[in-house]
Every structure is written in C-alpha cells, then in structure tokens.
C-alpha cells in the first residue's frame, strides 16, 4: 500500500477527483493549504498599494492505495491538473506500513 499526497491548485479539484475515483481510488481528505515552490507567489494590488504574496492556495488531497495501482493514479493526476505552468503542484508517494477499518477491523488492502 501507498499513500499519495498530492498538491494541486484549488480549480483543478473537480477534475482531480474525477481521475482518482477512475482509477480505483475509494477514499480522499482534501485540506485546503497555502505555500510556494519555485513560482515563489505573486504581486497583488490591494486599495492601491502592491502586495507581494508568498503563501500561494493549494488543495493537499491525501489517499491511500494498492502499490500496483500507484503508477496509473499518477499519470491520471499529471493528466487532469497539468497546465504546463509553473505552480501546477506536487505529488508525494510514501509506503503505509498498515491500516486498519475501525468497524470492521480489517487490516491490511482489505481495510482500503
């Protein structure tokens, strides 16, 4: 099992989504978040003064999936948030050591 993190901008959410339930994803958290990478934020105008702004929204969607599957949820996500911009977001793939389900206490790939 692995768990994928993955940061996209807040309009590709729906499409994003769309390709992770195509692929077999069963379950999803989404937090909303704010940070920078290489695109290092914007200038914005406020009231007339420019505002430098760092801290850039991004959406972190976190699921938990087969190993086998991980490859094809990837190239489903590059798809569907890939602008070909700076700022189009991360992915982030961990081994899961275990999981278990609270109401049945299945462990393990059956747990997903």
């Not at 959406?59 to 999936?65: I, N, P, Q, S, T």
């Not at 890939?82 to 275990?98: A, E, M, S, Y």
Request: proline share 4%; net charge positive; with cysteine.
């Amino acid at each position: 099992m692995r768990k994928i993190e993955i940061l996209i901008r807040p309009e590709q959410l729906e499409a994003v989504k769309q390709a992770l339930l195509a692929n077999g994803v069963q379950g999803l958290t989404m937090t909303e978040v704010r940070g920078f990478g290489r695109q290092g934020g914007h200038k914005e105008v406020y009231r007339g003064k420019e505002l430098w702004v760092e801290f850039l929204p991004k959406l972190k969607l976190e699921a938990v999936a087969r190993a086998e599957s991980v490859d094809a949820i990837v190239d489903a996500v590059c798809a569907a948030a890939g602008t070909g911009q700076v700022g189009d977001g991360k992915i982030f793939i961990q081994p899961v050591l275990g999981a278990a389900r609270i109401r049945t206490r299945e462990t393990g790939p059956d747990a997903l």
